[in-house]
Structure formats: C-alpha cells, structure tokens
C-alpha cells in the first residue's frame, strides 16, 4: 500500500531556534500534501495546502511566515517551523493524495511529528 | 463554511458488542467525500470506511458500516463484534472542493473504549 513517511517522528528544540519536518510519499506522486496540526486530545487542524511547485495556501489564522511549507518535488514536502516558541508544541501531522485520481485521488497519512520546544 | 461535529467525545461498549458512533456535518455541496479515521495511541491515522455523497448505498467494511442520511446530513458509523483493538479515537471527516481546494475537515473525535 502507499506508504507516507514523516521524519522526524520525535523532535526537541530549543525557543528561538527552527525546526524542518520532512514528508515523503514512498510508492507513489503527490502533487497535493496537507499539513494538520493536533493539539493533545484534540482534533486534527489544516494549517496548509502544500502544492507542487507552487505556493502553499495556508488557512486563516495560521502564519506564513513562522511555518514555511515548500513542496519542491513530487514526493516531498516540507514544513520549517521558524523562531518556535513553547506554544508551537505541538503533533504534526501530514498527508498526500495520490495524483492518481486528480482531485478525488486517496489520502495517504504520515505518522505524524512530534515537536517539544523548550 | 463546512463543519463536522462529534456530539459523542467518549463512548464505552463491552466486547464483541455493538456500538455507534455520531457525526453530523453542515454542508452547501452536493458533491463531496465522508470518511471515518481511527487514531490508536501511536497516533497513526487509518481509514476505517469512505462513503461517497452521490452513493445511496451505505458502505461496509467487514466489521464496520455506516448509515448515511444525505438529507438529515448525518454519517455514523457501527461497529459490530467489537474487539480490543478497536480502542481508538475515531474521527469523522469530510472532505470537498473549499474555496478551489479539495480540503479534509475533521470533526472533534470520540474516544472509544471496549471493555473486555
């Protein structure tokens, strides 16, 4: 089956300094990822539609300039958390749609990042 | 704007009964995706069953099943026999074209327990 992977799973920082979190379909191209956000015992947010080749569109109330997404290839997207701060402590999440099936094409889920900024 | 809602945040059922799990969503699309994900304690998010909107038929899943009620716009999913290992968070999700995008929108989860 197709296969996203997140790396890293598990990452700890320091305030002020930044984080790039990597999501990779293995098996299969996608020219669409998605990055959530899941505080704990919560549910999982939309923070950005990332697109190949193109800009992310972000979602309202999320900053562009603090988390920058890049999506320079068919299989990678990239999330670089900037300046984090204790409140951006968080479990990342991210996910691909198989260009297979254009827009109605499968989700994939990646295992998720999580990020503890001390 | 498209909202999902879990009125249900736990829900508890012995083993190897049968339990429902609630969603409603609010939508102006004709043409759109419903989707129930388990989240297991490694936070991984599996696809349990997709129901497509212009699909009369509910959809199945060994186990799983959901009642689709297009007009009261309601998607619950039933698990039947149920087992230990389907302790999970379950989110209920939707997906269509929002503002020129395909998005996921996910409601709040219910937390499931089974009781042995």
């Known amino acids: 089956g197709a296969v996203v992977s997140q790396h890293p799973s598990w990452v700890i920082c320091k305030s002020g300094t930044s984080v790039k979190i990597e999501c990779r379909s293995l098996?299969?191209?996608?020219?669409?990822m998605f990055w959530y956000r899941q505080f704990p015992k919560q549910s999982l947010m939309l923070m950005a539609t990332s697109n190949e080749g193109s800009k992310a569109t972000y979602e309202q109330g999320v900053e562009k300039d603090k988390f920058l997404i890049n999506h320079a290839s068919l299989t990678l997207s990239t999330l670089t958390v900037t300046s984090a701060h204790p409140e951006d402590s968080s479990f990342y999440i991210c996910?691909?749609?198989?260009?297979?099936?254009?827009?109605?094409?499968?989700?994939?889920f990646g295992n998720g990042t999580r990020l503890t900024v001390t | 704007a498209q909202t999902v809602t879990q009125s249900q945040p736990e829900m508890s059922v012995q083993e190897a009964e049968t339990v429902t799990l609630s969603c409603t969503y609010d939508?102006?699309?004709?043409?759109?995706?419903l989707f129930w994900y388990k989240q297991p304690p490694s936070r991984q998010m599996i696809l349990v069953i997709r129901?497509?909107?212009?699909?009369?038929q509910n959809a199945t899943e060994n186990r799983f099943s959901v009642n689709f009620q297009k007009a009261a716009k309601s998607f619950s999913l039933k698990i039947s026999d149920s087992q230990l290992g389907d302790a999970a968070m379950y989110f209920c999700?939707?997906?269509?074209?929002?503002?020129?995008?395909?998005?996921?929108?996910f409601g709040q989860g219910t937390r499931l327990t089974i009781n042995p």
């Open positions: 939508t102006s699309e004709s043409d759109y995706y």
């Open positions: 999700a939707y997906r269509a074209l929002i503002q020129g995008a395909q998005k996921l929108v």
């Open positions: 996910s691909a749609r198989d260009a297979v099936g254009g827009a109605s094409g499968p989700l994939h």
């Open positions: 098996d299969f191209q996608a020219t669409t």
């Open positions: 129901q497509e909107a212009y699909k009369q």
